[in-house]
C-alpha cells in the first residue's frame, strides 16, 4: 500500500490517497497517525472524502471517532482507491515536516500499513488563537470575577482539538452584556477565512472592520472548522461580538465562545476557480425568498432603522431577486407599522426549543423603535431586489400575547385559531391589512395559505377573496402606472386543504401572478409540480414551486439542490424558498447554496461536480436528521442519502426485518409521502436496514430509528 498526498490551496488541509487491499471483506477499519520531528505517533484528525451532504448528516460518534481519534470505516472497498481529509492544524501551524502513517486492518487482522511524508509549508497561514492580543486588553481576563463585563480568556482547555498553548474566548457570567473586541491585522491581498468554536451550546457574531454586518457563527462538532469567506483583507481587522441572544438567552449553557480564526493567503487563480464554482451566471430564473422580521428580531436588539439593511444584505449576497416580507398574519399582532391591525409592541412568546419556550420583548422593542416595513421595502430596492408585503392568511393565536383585538373582540369570527374567510368582515379587515402595505410603498402582495392551512373550507372562499383582492391592487395599479403583482403560497395535492385551492381559476381569471405550490413541514417535499404547470399554460401566471429550508425540509445542500434542478427540468418558472431566512442568515456555508439557485447552469455544474467525484467518495449510506432530538414524528419521513457509488439505483428498506418498500431511484423516502402512511411504523424502537444495488452485490447498513 501507498499514500499519494496533495494539499488543497483553500483549506490547506492534507488529501491522502490509498488503496485498501483486495482481501478486505464488506468493511475495512483505517488508523490514521501522525508524527513530527522528535515526537511521538499521536492520532490525526481525519475524516472520509464525502459531499458536503454527507457531512452534515454524518453522525457524531464517526466524526468524533475520525478527528479525535484517528479512525474511520470504509464499506464494501476492498480494491478501492480510497481518500481521506488531515488538517493538520489541530498539530501544528506554520512550517513542518510530518510523517503520516495509515493502517488498514478488518476485524482484529491488520492487512496493510504504508507511510509518508508530508511537508507543511503554511508559514504564511495566520491563524488567531492567543485572544490576549485584542486592541481592548482591559475587557479579557484569564481570571473574571462576578459580574464583571470582560471575557474570559480560557487557556485551560480551549476546544477538544486545540493545539498545546492556544487559547480560547469564552462568556465567564450569563446576563451580562459584554463590549466587543477588535483583533488588529496586518494582512494584504486575498485571503480564505476559516472559523472554529468549541463544540458546545453557544454563538459567537464576527465581522472584519469594513463590513456592514455580522456573520454568526455555531458549531457542535470538535475540530470542526466553517469556511467563512474569501477576501482581501488589506486595511481590516476583525471584530468579535457578543450575539445579543447569549445574553438573555433561556438556557444556561448557551454562551458565546471562540476558539480561533485562520487566515489563509490566496494566490489569483485559486481565486478565480473560488469565483467560477459559486458565480450564478447562464440561465437564470427569479428566486423568491421568504422572510420574517419578526424570527430575525427575536434574536436582536433592533432599535434602529438602519439595522434592519444587515438581514437584507445576506438576501442580496444569497442573489434572492425578491424577498417576501412577512408582515404578519391575520389576527395575531403585526410586526408592520400597522394602524388597522394590532401592533405588536410588547413581549412575547416562541417556539418551544428543548423543552423551553422562550419569551421576549425583542420584537415588541423593534416595533416600537423602528418602522418595519417601509424600511425594509427601501433597503431592498436600494440593494437591488423586489420586495413584496407578505401576510400569513391566518393564525390568531387565541389567548396568547400574539393575539390581535380583532381577534378577542370576535370570537365568533374564528374557527379554533383561524380567522373564517367566509365572514365578510374578516375578508375586509385582511384587505385593510394589505391596504395599509400598499399606503407604506408595496408593489407587490403575498399571501399565504399554507403555513397554517384550516382556515378555508371551500374552494369558492378562497377565490372569491382573490377576486377582492385583485379588485384592490387594480385601483392602486391604476395610480402607479401598472399592474401589482400578488403571490401566493398553498397547499400542493395531498396536503391538508390542497383541495379548497382552484389555482387554475385563479390563473385564467388572472388573479393571481405568481402560484407557490407548497409542502408544509417534513410531508410532500417532492410533490409533482407538472399539474400547476399545465394549469397555466396560456395565462401569465408563473410557478414557483416551494422549497423548503427550514430543518424539517430536504436536506441541504445535495437532496435540496437537487429537488430545485429537478422543477427547473420540469419547466418552473422560477423558485420559492420558505423560510428563506434560515439558510441567508444561518450561516455563510448555507448562503453560498442559496447563491447557486438562480441559475439553472450552476446547479448543473454542481450535479456534474457530483457525478464525477462519487468515484472518489467514500461509499455510505446516511439518513436525514429527525425533526427534534432522536425521534421521527408520524408526520415526517425518513430520508436516504446514498453517495459513492457508480449510478443511483435501488434501494430497499427493511424495517424490523421487514421490506417496507423500495425505491428505483432517488429520492429515497421510507413508505411513502402521503398522508395515510403516517402509522405505518409503530411508535417506538425499530432497526432500519437500508440496502443500495451497489453493482452485482448490495452496499448495506443498519440503523437504530425512533418513531414518536
Not at 483549506?11 to 497517525?33: D, K, M, W
Not at 484569564?142 to 487559547?167: F, K, Y
Not at 408592520?336 to 428543548?354: M, N
Not at 395599509?436 to 410603498?441: D, I, P, V
Request: charged fraction near 25%; proline fraction near 5%.
Amino acid at each position: 500500500m501507498q499514500l499519494t498526498t496533495h494539499i488543497d490551496p483553500v483549506s490547506r488541509y492534507v488529501f491522502v490517497q490509498y488503496r485498501i487491499p483486495a482481501a478486505t471483506g464488506n468493511l475495512a477499519h483505517v488508523r490514521c497517525e501522525v508524527r513530527l520531528p522528535g515526537g511521538g505517533w499521536r492520532p490525526a484528525a481525519v475524516w472520509k472524502h464525502i459531499s458536503d451532504t454527507a457531512r452534515r448528516l454524518l453522525s457524531d460518534a464517526e466524526w468524533d471517532d475520525g478527528v479525535l481519534r484517528g479512525r474511520l470505516c470504509e464499506r464494501r472497498a476492498a480494491g478501492r482507491l480510497c481518500t481521506l481529509v488531515w488538517n493538520p492544524f489541530t498539530l501544528v501551524a506554520g512550517r513542518a515536516d510530518a510523517t503520516f502513517r495509515v493502517t488498514v486492518s478488518a476485524g482484529d487482522r491488520e492487512l496493510a500499513s504504508a507511510c509518508g511524508e508530508i511537508y507543511l509549508e503554511n508559514d504564511d497561514v495566520v491563524v488567531l488563537d492567543d485572544w490576549s492580543g485584542v486592541v481592548q486588553e482591559s475587557l479579557v481576563s484569564e481570571a473574571p470575577e462576578s459580574g464583571q463585563a470582560v471575557w474570559w480568556l480560557r487557556r485551560d482547555r480551549a476546544g477538544e482539538c486545540a493545539r498545546a498553548g492556544s487559547c480560547s474566548l469564552e462568556v465567564w457570567e450569563k446576563h451580562i452584556a459584554l463590549p466587543p473586541l477588535t483583533y488588529p491585522l496586518d494582512l494584504h491581498g486575498p485571503h480564505a477565512v476559516f472559523v472554529q468554536l468549541p463544540p458546545k451550546l453557544g454563538l459567537v457574531e464576527l465581522r472584519l472592520s469594513g463590513d456592514e454586518r455580522t456573520e454568526r457563527f455555531d458549531s457542535h462538532r470538535p475540530g470542526e472548522e466553517i469556511f467563512w469567506r474569501w477576501a482581501d483583507l488589506i486595511r481590516q481587522h476583525l471584530v468579535i461580538k457578543q450575539p445579543h441572544c447569549t445574553v438573555d438567552e433561556y438556557e444556561d449553557e448557551f454562551r458565546a465562545h471562540l476558539d480561533h480564526v485562520r487566515f489563509v493567503p490566496l494566490a489569483a487563480e485559486t481565486v478565480q476557480t473560488l469565483e467560477s464554482t459559486w458565480a450564478a451566471d447562464g440561465e437564470r430564473r427569479p428566486v423568491i425568498g421568504y422572510s420574517e422580521p419578526y424570527s430575525w428580531a427575536f434574536a436582536e436588539k433592533v432599535e434602529s432603522n438602519l439595522q434592519h439593511r444587515e438581514p437584507l444584505l445576506a438576501f442580496a449576497e444569497a442573489r434572492v431577486d425578491w424577498v417576501d416580507i412577512q408582515i404578519g398574519r391575520a389576527g395575531c399582532r403585526m410586526v408592520d407599522e400597522s394602524r388597522v391591525g394590532s401592533q405588536l409592541l410588547a413581549d412575547t412568546l416562541g417556539d418551544p426549543v428543548r423543552g423551553e419556550v422562550p419569551r421576549t420583548s425583542n420584537v415588541g422593542r423593534m416595533q416600537q423603535f423602528t418602522n418595519t416595513l417601509a424600511t425594509q421595502l427601501r433597503y431592498a430596492r436600494q440593494l437591488g431586489m423586489q420586495p413584496v408585503a407578505n401576510l400569513g392568511a391566518t393564525n390568531c393565536y387565541p389567548g396568547s400575547p400574539l393575539e390581535a383585538d380583532f381577534s378577542r373582540q370576535h370570537p365568533e369570527w374564528r374557527d379554533g385559531a383561524c380567522l373564517r374567510y367566509e365572514v365578510p368582515e374578516v375578508r375586509q379587515y385582511v384587505l385593510a391589512l394589505f391596504e395599509e402595505a400598499l399606503e407604506l410603498g408595496a408593489d407587490r402582495l403575498s399571501i399565504d395559505w399554507c403555513r397554517y392551512p384550516h382556515s378555508v373550507r371551500s374552494a369558492d372562499t378562497v377565490t372569491g377573496f382573490f377576486r377582492e383582492l385583485r379588485a384592490l391592487t387594480d385601483r392602486w395599479g391604476e395610480g402607479c402606472g401598472g399592474r401589482l403583482d400578488i403571490v401566493t403560497r398553498f397547499p400542493a395535492r395531498g396536503v391538508p386543504a390542497w383541495e379548497h385551492m382552484d389555482y387554475a381559476t385563479w390563473a385564467r381569471e388572472g388573479l393571481v401572478d405568481v402560484l407557490v405550490p407548497s409542502n408544509i413541514q417534513a410531508r410532500h417535499l417532492s410533490f409533482d409540480v407538472g399539474e400547476y404547470l399545465e394549469a397555466v399554460r396560456g395565462t401569465s401566471t408563473r410557478v414557483f414551486p416551494c422549497v423548503d429550508a427550514l430543518h424539517w425540509g430536504l436536506t441541504q445542500p445535495g437532496m435540496w439542490l437537487r429537488r430545485i434542478l429537478e422543477c427547473y427540468e420540469a419547466g418552473s418558472h422560477g423558485i420559492y424558498i420558505y423560510q428563506c431566512d434560515a439558510p441567508v442568515l444561518g450561516g455563510p456555508e448555507s448562503r453560498r447554496w442559496v447563491s447557486l439557485i438562480g441559475s439553472v447552469d450552476a446547479l448543473r455544474r454542481w450535479r456534474n461536480r457530483e457525478q464525477d467525484e462519487q468515484a472518489r467518495y467514500s461509499k455510505a449510506i446516511y439518513l436525514n436528521e429527525p425533526l427534534e432530538g432522536e425521534e421521527y414524528r408520524s408526520c415526517g419521513r425518513v430520508r436516504v442519502w446514498v453517495e459513492g457509488l457508480a449510478a443511483e439505483g435501488e434501494v430497499e428498506l427493511l424495517v424490523d426485518g421487514e421490506k417496507l418498500n423500495v425505491c428505483a431511484g432517488p429520492p429515497y423516502v421510507l413508505t411513502s409521502e402521503e398522508g395515510e402512511d403516517d402509522g405505518a411504523i409503530p411508535a417506538g424502537k425499530h432497526a432500519l436496514t437500508v440496502r443500495a444495488r451497489d453493482g452485482d452485490g448490495w452496499l448495506q447498513q443498519d440503523f437504530e430509528i425512533v418513531i414518536a
